[in-house]
């Protein structure tokens, strides 16, 4: 392993094709044109470290294992030249992280809640996400496994507040979402112009899994959202692709403005409520989204998001938030600044 101060490339990682944020840093690596080196959860080489979080993907980088896509995204630009993925321009880099945030944060309910909530999908992937690993598995091996890891699952439901009251909230959002893209995709390559940021990437690595591996989910962007589907697999590798430039800030496409408005919509009540619970000390987030009742436990790690989204916002030079502010306008997003 390398063991240096600096980053040293093929960067080493452990991961697993089911992980959305998996799917989200292998494109990054490729977009960047970034060596890489991809172990599968478990296969990494003997006495690797294990992160105090043990999530995937986790990255071994001087000797130590650094899990969180967000960060990572922001150190490999501002680390290894060439080809960054965060915008030059501070507003659309601002807005690149509202739809990164919305996609790890928000996206991956959905991801969540399909995938376990739903009998059919959970049955589906307690057997497709082992057979994900590279040792074969002979039948009541699979059968085994499946059972367990579809019961630990279905168990967290409730960390990603996927419940019966939240359900309808969660799929809905998700429909909107898919028709947001395929009108923003008719007109844009990606969220902020011709060239993919870490929002792209965010919202790629939930989607491989809604729209292409999970069945209720893939067969609603199958009858409609078929740029999308696209769309993601196209970003899974854009090693070729030159950046193009991207939009102005000044003057916020529609269909951008629609997808703004619907990540706002679903998400930003949330992350205000959630952060006022963890201040408060108490256990679980009640609150409305979308007018609609939402009850999850408090999740500590979205009270930080926010806290990260305010100090970028506050860090803005005026005349770009002056811009942020007339792109955000109206979208829910503007609650929170
Ligand atoms: N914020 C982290 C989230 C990573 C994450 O939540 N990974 C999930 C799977 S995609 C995980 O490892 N869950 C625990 C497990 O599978 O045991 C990131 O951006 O990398």
Known sequence: MVNVMTL??????????GSPYTRKMLAVLRYRRIPYRLYYRGREPAGYPTAQVPLLP?????????????????????????????PADPALAFLDSLIEDYADEWLTKCMFHYRWAHPADAAFAGRLLPSWGPAPLDEPTLAGVAAMISQRQIGRLAYVGSNPTTGPVIEDSYVRLLEALEAHLAVLPFMLGAAPGAGDFGLFGQLTQLAGVDPTPTAIAQARAQRTMGWIGMVEDLSGLEPGPMIDPGAVPATLKALLSEMGRAYAPLLVANAEAVAAGAKMVETQVDGRAWVQNAFPYQAKCLTWLRGEYAALPAAARTQVDAAIATTGWDALF
Do not use: K, M, Q
């Open 8 to 17: 040293e490339t093929p960067l080493e990682l452990s991961g697993a094709p």
């Open 58 to 86: 986790t990255f071994f980088i001087a000797g130590e294992a650094v899990t969180d896509s967000t960060p990572l995204i922001r150190r490999f630009d501002a680390e290894i030249p060439g080809r960054p993925v965060r």
